[in-house]
């Protein structure tokens, strides 16, 4: 924000209201109006700046603005009285849009006019019921009836424009704005670095941009092998088999442990082998995919039968539940690319592909009168214009949200 | 909602002082010092707009209302240019005005001081600001008359501005006896200026007159010639109505004064 507009939002709203009392009384009142009332400018700039700026602003303004008309040299009525009205009118208004807001994370223009006219109408309504009050001699049941629906009439015809006027001179950024990428050409830098890194690490991404739209794997078919097959491509499978037969001392041939191959595994209940014949070297099997969550490879004993690796080989190497080097594999599953976890580097330059967290909000303290409840639930999503939205987790439950926010001072 | 929850304390507050400025006012008549202070402080800044905006409002006033002759001329000079037109005829008005004004001073015999409209109060108040105040020996409760019959009573000054109560106001009273008979009554306003009809209530004191339509009135005058010399044209009795039950006879009076289109108003110095 450059300091001429940061000048311009501070001295809008004492300029509005001095300008508001003074047409008002100078050039509105002595008008010939038709239809019996006039529009009252001061409420309707108190109320714009309440839809604009918030309660707090409503309030101050309000009271400024009202107590200028009241003491202001015509006057006509006791000071203290449109002080007291527009005070509570500008609270309300604004508290009613930051409910609105904060249920619903937007701040229509449309709700913002129909907030504003309402109040309008509540504040001309306010100020000849407190004329009745204090038995002002003017505010006669027949004058009310005769002033109160012109007035509100013209306050309504000329909402639109005092909002359009002074939500110009007091914008503000957008409140709970996602915080702003440190590098703005972060996307071009990561999608070079996967280029190059073609694949070794899965998608990078530089510590503090936004991440890409995370796209849902594609689903792989487990690729099978043949074992016995010689091609420069399995070379390691060959050389694994190679040495799948190491020697112990004694002259024994070491026995193959297929444990775990003969669980789950379609093909060897397919193959209909006599029992007790094992399945010799390039059959073909595959091993089922391996569950998303496991992160150790299991360790359970081998189920009972004869082919299990004696004790010194269970002793010497750990037991394991993939068959060994060069048998026919399948091809790492799409499930278990998906089920890659991050180390998380906390603070590093380049870090994985993550979604990021929704920014938290910070928690709310206690209420004014009763204690807040944790809010629990909430989710975040993007709204059109980039800005992070609050969704209730029961967004059916919000126009009850609503009233309680506005009722009671839950939040 | 911190926003809210920071707001509240500073509302109650705002409130009370609210109340309590109420409650002075309220004792004190609708004269507390906050009024004084307020007129200290945006009677030069109304003086200053008033200047400025009183040629248009002036021009509103030429075109808004219906008298033909000004229609008239409003056509006749339209070849001229449009802002030069506007101005003389905001000119002329007032020039009619002021000329009347001392034509009727002249003939009572009082020392006026001509002074304009510059602000009016809101809806339900008939009250109106001139720009001119003790500086120019303007004293409250002094009688202020237009150049067709009485506008109103000062009820404030200021050093450079008035505030002027006009007798069309709910809470104005006005002595006033008939110009033929001499039958005396009170003159009370129905608080709706602003809303076009500034018809004012005529009760008599006496149970025997007799009141007529088209009987004009004058003022009674007040003791010391306050707030209301006497002697000055106000209205004229519209209807009669005689409410069963009431002992005195009642009547709609139409003020002389348009007070809907003050212009040039001139207050009475005494002497």
């Not at chain 1, 609050?390 to 919000?398: D, E, H, I, L, M």
């Not at chain 2, 409130?15 to 307020?38: C, E, K, N, W, Y």
Request: contains cysteine.
């Amino acid at each position: 924000m450059t300091p001429v507009r940061k000048v311009i939002r501070v001295a809008a709203a004492p300029l509005f209201l001095v300008l508001a009392v003074v047409g008002q009384l100078v050039v509105i009142n002595r008008a010939p109006l038709p239809g019996g009332g006039a529009p009252d400018l001061v409420l309707l700039v108190v109320t714009a700046l309440a839809v604009t700026s918030g309660p707090m602003a409503g309030t101050l303004a309000g009271f400024a603005g009202g107590l200028a008309l009241d003491i202001a040299p015509p006057g006509g009525h006791l000071a203290g009285e449109y002080a007291l009205i527009f005070c509570l009118v500008g609270y309300a208004c604004g508290r009613i849009m930051t409910a609105v807001e904060e249920t619903t994370g937007e701040r229509p223009a449309a709700t913002a006019l129909t907030v504003m006219a309402v109040g309008a109408a509540v504040g001309e309504a306010g100020k000849a019921a407190l004329g009745r009050m204090v038995s002002d001699p003017s505010v006669t049941g027949q004058a009310i009836r005769h002033v109160l629906p012109g007035a509100v009439v013209y306050d309504v015809l000329l909402c639109a424009f005092v909002l359009w006027l002074v939500s110009a001179a007091v914008r503000r950024p957008a409140p709970e704005r996602a915080p702003r990428p440190e590098f703005a050409q972060a996307y071009g830098v990561a999608a070079a670095f996967r280029l190059a890194s073609a694949g070794a690490a899965p998608r990078l991404r530089l510590a503090g941009s936004t991440p890409p739209p995370v796209r849902p794997p594609a689903r792989a078919e487990p690729k099978l092998r043949l074992s016995g097959v010689r091609s420069p491509a399995l070379s390691r499978t060959h050389a694994a088999s190679s040495l799948a037969q190491p020697a112990l001392p004694g002259g024994r041939a070491v026995k193959l442990n297929f444990a775990g191959s003969g669980r789950g595994n379609p093909l060897d209940g397919a193959s209909a082998l006599p029992p007790g014949r094992s399945p010799g070297r390039g059959w073909l099997r595959a091993q089922p995919p391996r569950p998303a969550a496991a992160t150790a490879p299991r360790r359970t004993s081998p189920p009972k039968g004869w082919l299990r690796a004696d004790r010194l080989m269970a002793a010497s190497a750990p037991p394991r539940t993939s068959p060994g080097k060069g048998w026919l594999r399948p091809a790492r599953t799409a499930s278990a690319a998906s089920s890659w976890r991050p180390k998380s580097p906390s603070r590093g330059w380049l870090r994985p592909a993550r979604p990021a967290p929704a920014p938290r909000r910070a928690s709310p303290r206690r209420g004014w009168l009763r204690p807040a409840r944790p809010p629990k639930g909430n989710w975040y999503t993007r709204g059109p214009s980039g800005r992070w939205l609050r969704r209730g987790r029961r967004p059916w439950r919000s126009p009850r949200l609503l009233l309680s926010q506005l009722v009671g001072g839950r939040r | 909602m911190r926003d809210a929850r920071r707001t509240r304390p500073i509302l109650i507050i705002l409130l009370l002082v609210a109340v309590a400025l109420i409650t002075l006012d309220f004792r004190d008549g609708g004269s507390s010092p906050a009024h004084t202070l307020g007129a200290d402080v945006f009677g030069p800044v109304e003086r200053v707009a008033g200047d400025v905006a009183s040629p248009f409002i002036g021009f509103f006033h030429a075109v808004g209302s219906n008298d033909s002759a000004e229609i008239a001329a409003l056509q006749r000079q339209n070849d001229q240019l449009r802002a030069e037109l506007a101005q003389s005829q905001v000119s002329k008005a007032d020039e009619a005005q002021l000329g009347k004004l001392l034509r009727l001073s002249g003939k009572d015999g009082y020392r006026v001081v001509t002074a304009s409209v510059i602000a009016a109060g809101g809806d339900y108040a008939d009250t109106v600001t001139i720009n001119a105040g003790t500086r120019d020996g303007i004293a409250p409760n002094e009688t202020v008359l237009n150049g067709d019959g009485l506008v109103g009573t000062v009820t404030a000054a200021t050093a450079t501005t008035a505030t002027v109560q006009l007798a069309t106001d709910a809470a104005a009273t006005v002595g006033v006896r008939t110009a033929d008979t001499g039958q005396i009554g009170a003159l009370t306003g129905t608080g709706q200026t602003m809303a076009g009809s500034d018809d004012l209530q005529l009760r008599l004191f006496s149970s025997t007159a007799v009141l007529r339509p088209g009987e004009e009135l004058v003022t009674f005058g007040s003791v010391g010639g306050r707030p209301y010399v006497p002697g000055v044209p106000v209205g004229q009795v519209l209807t009669v109505t005689s409410q069963p039950g009431s002992l005195t006879q009642t009547a709609l009076v139409k003020p002389f004064a348009d007070f809907t289109g003050l212009g040039v108003v001139g207050v009475v110095i005494s002497r």
